[in-house]
């Protein structure tokens, strides 16, 4: 190994141990890759602060909207076998979408500009305050319309996005997270991550943690729970 790398590797835990105590985060893992071999993973703090359960490079997170990342290498990949077309409007794949909704393009839908709500009337989903929507309360929120027409500028958009999982589900005559498990965290050689909840009984889970405001403490987000139609967008 080189010298340069083995001097990195020797700082930075000391270093991230030391903007964790400064900034009073509840924990964080790293990893380093050097020439395509993990060469230092690490865990520090904890998984959860209520418990003080340590933090370790096997414990799973929530990735939240990174999971649309995985969705839009989906739609790629169905591309790419000739099963879709990017100005294919989304209508063609999933029914009974309202006029507006069905017209926007699956490249709409991918760059966020076919002007569609980002979380509805009410984003209480994303703190516990209600159940995700299944895809009836999906319908319910585009049945109202776009926030703005389509095709004008950025519009981000989780409803998107769950409507890119429909597709997905439509075309392939699979559930999203079945076919997706396979065919692209599969395929990709990812052994620790799922497209959703619940995880297999003893897996590891890192809780998420609110700000200290405004209650002057953190409080533990559980975060244990499956996502429905939103999993495509949030998962």
Request: glycine share 12%; net charge neutral; aromatic share 6%.
């Amino acid at each position: 190994m080189e010298k340069w790398l083995s001097s990195a590797l020797e700082y930075l835990p000391t270093w991230l141990e030391l903007q964790i105590e400064s900034t009073q985060q509840p924990g964080c893992l790293m990893a380093v890759v050097h020439r395509g071999e993990v060469v230092l993973e690490h865990g520090f703090g904890v998984a959860n602060l209520a418990t003080g359960e340590p933090l370790t490079p096997r414990h799973r997170f929530r990735i939240a909207s990174h999971s649309k990342s995985f969705t839009a290498s989906g739609i790629m990949k169905l591309r790419e076998q000739g099963r879709l077309r990017l100005d294919d409007p989304v209508g063609r794949f999933v029914r009974g979408l309202g006029r507006q909704a069905a017209s926007v393009t699956i490249m709409q839908l991918l760059s966020h500009s076919a002007g569609l709500t980002r979380d509805g009337v009410d984003a209480g989903q994303f703190d516990g305050r209600r159940p995700f929507l299944d895809v009836d309360d999906l319908f319910s929120d585009l049945a109202m319309g776009p926030v703005i027409d389509a095709g004008l500028r950025l519009k981000y958009s989780n409803h998107g996005y769950a409507l890119l999982g429909l597709v997905i589900a439509s075309i392939t005559g699979e559930p999203y997270a079945r076919w997706m498990e396979r065919e692209v965290i599969g395929a990709a050689g990812l052994q620790e991550t799922t497209p959703d909840m619940p995880l297999k009984r003893g897996t590891p889970f890192a809780r998420g943690h609110t700000a200290q405001a405004p209650v002057g403490r953190r409080l533990v987000v559980p975060g244990d729970y499956n996502e429905q139609a939103i999993t495509p967008a949030g998962g």
